[in-house]
């Protein structure tokens, strides 16, 4: 099958494992094909999702004229057939996001199932632990362009005001029939979060340890951390950086880095931040810290924003100094 996943060396006291994890090709095993093939088929949407988001621009105009000139039909008709178009490509989007979560629990449940520990796991389940990371590099790319796109909420918001105003003169549009009110409600609580997909991901997860009360919580978060350590580990050690093919594989390795250290922020009960994670934030954030701030800017803040314990008392000042 091939070591994908070599340890080269381990120093785990006061490093941490040294490991390369081969995320540009990990290929399934007979045992891991199962869970493989069901996530494969979510993650194939995942690029024309990203294609579609990054496309989208929103019907600002056509609203701004519809709310300037409220008398007239035309503007309000305009503005109506640009904007449902839009709501029908928000659902999908939402969509995706359930089936998302599902992969997620998927995974978990396949890469935490005992007796194995987290570094087992991530030796004999290497494609998995490779569609975990891509999952998060997804999630992130998402949230990164909602992040930067007003329109969406603008469209959103214009949608459901006109729906409402017609159920007042007791008519139904026949954009009704795709998202109905229930919809429309689930719809607007996803979009209203700053990092829709991440949050999603997070609730899954805390969910996902909630209900395996078999499982210990530490399954779960040392695999999150065991993760991002590799990350780290991969993107400060030169030797390591060099064997990738693919210009794109340092952002891709400090999304996913980002994305576990939020996910086991939310789950663990002290946090990524505390001085007993089993994470090195300091580390973390200065090989963020390295890039050009172009590329990461996005990553501190999802750090900076999107955590549950960066504020805490038992944050050091040096941890949330870097992250200033």
């Known amino acids: 099958m091939g070591n994908l996943l070599k340890v080269l060396a381990c120093s785990e006291l006061e490093h941490g494992p040294i490991v390369f994890l081969d995320f540009e090709h990990a290929q399934p095993t007979e045992a891991e094909t199962a869970v493989w093939n069901q996530v494969s088929a979510v993650l194939e949407e995942a690029h024309g999702i990203l294609a579609e988001l990054q496309s989208y621009n929103g019907a600002g105009q056509e609203i701004r004229e519809a709310i300037q000139n409220p008398g007239d039909l035309q ?17 999908r989007f939402y969509e995706f996001s359930l ?13 935490t199932s005992p007796p194995y ?3 087992q796991h991530l030796e004999r389940e290497q494609a998995l632990a490779k569609q975990f990371a891509e999952i998060l590099h997804f999630t992130l790319s998402f949230d990164e362009l909602k992040m930067t796109n007003p329109a969406i909420q603008n469209d959103f918001s214009y949608y459901r ?11 139904q549009l026949e954009a009704e029939n795709e998202v109905n009110n229930e919809m429309a409600n689930r719809m607007s609580l996803f979009y209203a979060e700053a990092t829709p997909m991440l949050k999603t991901l997070s609730n899954a997860t805390t969910k996902f340890v909630s209900e395996n009360k078999t499982l210990p919580i530490e399954d779960t978060t040392d695999c999150l951390s065991t993760m991002a350590c590799v990350c780290r580990v991969m993107l400060e050690t030169p030797e390591y950086r060099c064997r990738f093919t693919n210009t794109d594989t340092m952002l891709f390795c400090m999304r996913v880095m980002v994305g576990v250290i939020i996910l086991y922020d939310h789950v663990h009960p002290v946090g990524a931040f505390a001085k007993t994670s089993k994470i090195d934030m300091k580390g973390c954030i200065k090989v963020l810290k390295e890039q050009p701030s172009n590329s990461v800017e996005g990553l501190l803040n999802a750090l900076r924003y999107t955590t549950r314990h960066l504020n ?11 992250l200033q």
Do not use: F, G
């Not at 503007?75 to 659902?91: D, G, S």
């Not at 005001?161 to 008519?171: A, D, K, V």
């Not at 805490?312 to 870097?322: F, V």
């Open 75 to 91: 503007l309000q008709e305009k503005a109506w057939n640009a904007v449902c178009p839009l709501v029908a490509k928000l659902k």
């Open 99 to 111: 089936r998302l979560e599902n992969a997620l629990r998927s995974l978990l449940e396949a890469l």
């Open 117 to 119: 520990a987290p570094m």
């Open 161 to 171: 005001r006109t729906i409402s105003r017609n159920r007042l003169n007791n008519q």
């Open 312 to 322: 805490d008392d038992s944050t050091s000042k040096q941890i949330r100094a870097l």
